[in-house]
């Protein structure tokens, strides 16, 4: 397993050029017997391949077991090229000039072990579908446009998280908050009265907003802020991109509008005027402690008398759009630490007991 993730992390795969490594996984996948495909998002990620889908069939003793989804993402974030990683005693690191790309070959690497080891040793098992997705880094794009018809399990792991003792059973809805400024262009020297500021009604708004931490539920952020032309000329548009995050739709609504409506209080009060784009990025993962696989989640610890707690996570993973079609689907860690920076690395202990725990989990279907 640890040789795997160290030739994945050595194959390129920035968002929408996952495939290289599509192939590298396609081709595992199909020495393990399995029929592995890529599916038809291609055209719609804009990646230069699609999310590769593959089926393992129900051994015949085991006909009657749920059929299973698992899930990791092909994508890393930058600076992700010709990652060089280290192996120590207890983890692995990239050479401090890139990310390591843990987050989430770790994952991958994890689904092919737990496969390898069920056909190898001919263990029972129910009908397992894998999902490697592309694009999740850049808004969780291959799990939303995956064909839906492709995928038939009601119950899922993603293995797209730090901690392999924790099971990510709760992470926010999201919106993307789009607003345009307008403002008048006028000499900022000669006649500024003459002007509407568009900068000044963003700062406006933007000081009466409720950001970050809203409540324990619930985040929002102001992320970029764009505009203006020079300094003698009253700026006569700005573009602020944001976004809002929540446990609860109904707090993701109301953090929404509130955004809303300090850009529009802020226009009328200078005269300007404002355009939004609002759009859900992706829908909440809700799943009770109670729930089937939060159970078998926690049994599987159990059995290998290991800790596991249930955790709510403020991140999105694709275990949000596959919760969408009404999988319960929850999110496994596998390892992977300070993901997204120079300093990422992978705890081989926990990466070990990630797969140690999907492969119990799946035998107790
Ligand atoms: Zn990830």
Request: hydrophobic residues 40%; glycine residues 8%.
């Amino acid at each position: 397993m640890v040789r795997n993730f160290l030739d994945m992390v050595q194959i390129n795969s920035l968002s929408r050029k996952e495939g290289r490594l599509a192939r590298f996984v396609m081709e595992q996948l199909s020495s393990l017997g399995m029929a592995a495909a890529v599916d038809d998002s291609a055209s719609r990620t804009n990646s230069d391949t699609g999310n590769v889908i593959a089926y393992l069939p129900a051994s015949p003793a085991a006909s009657g077991k749920p059929s299973f989804l698992l899930s990791a993402h092909m994508d890393t974030v930058a600076p992700g090229e010709g990652i060089r990683p280290i192996v120590e005693s207890d983890r692995i690191t990239s050479d401090g000039s890139t990310i390591l790309g843990g987050d989430c070959k770790s994952g991958i690497a994890v689904i092919l072990e737990v496969l390898t080891a069920i056909v190898e040793n001919n263990l029972p098992h129910g009908d397992i579908e894998v999902c490697l997705t592309v694009c999740e880094e850049i808004g969780l794009l291959g799990s939303k446009y995956i064909e839906a018809s492709k995928i038939k399990s009601k119950f899922g792991l993603v293995l797209d998280s730090p901690n392999a003792h924790a099971l990510v059973i709760q992470a926010p809805a999201g919106d993307n908050v789009e607003a345009t400024i307008f403002g008048l262009e006028a000499h900022a020297g000669v006649c500024p009265e003459k002007g509407i500021s568009a900068i000044q009604i963003a700062a406006h708004a933007i000081g009466q907003m409720r950001l970050g931490r809203v409540d324990r539920e619930t985040t929002a952020n102001i992320g970029s802020i764009q505009g203006g032309m020079a300094v003698n000329i009253v700026p006569s548009k700005v573009v602020i991109k944001g976004e809002a995050r929540s446990l609860s739709l109904a707090k993701l609504d109301a953090q929404t509008k509130h955004m809303r409506t300090c850009l529009e209080k802020a226009a009328r009060k200078f005269k300007g005027d404002v355009a939004f784009n609002i759009q859900r990025g992706y829908m909440p993962v809700n799943l009770s402690p109670a729930s089937q696989l939060a159970k078998w989640v926690r049994q599987s610890a159990q059995d290998l008398k290991e800790p596991l707690v249930f955790a709510a996570s403020g991140g999105a993973s694709d275990a949000n759009n596959f919760s969408l079609h009404g999988m319960q689907c929850a999110n496994l860690g596998t390892g992977v630490r300070d993901i997204h920076t120079l300093r990422e690395w992978l705890h081989l202990k926990d990466f070990l007991f990630s797969a140690q725990l999907t492969l119990n989990l799946l035998s107790k279907l």
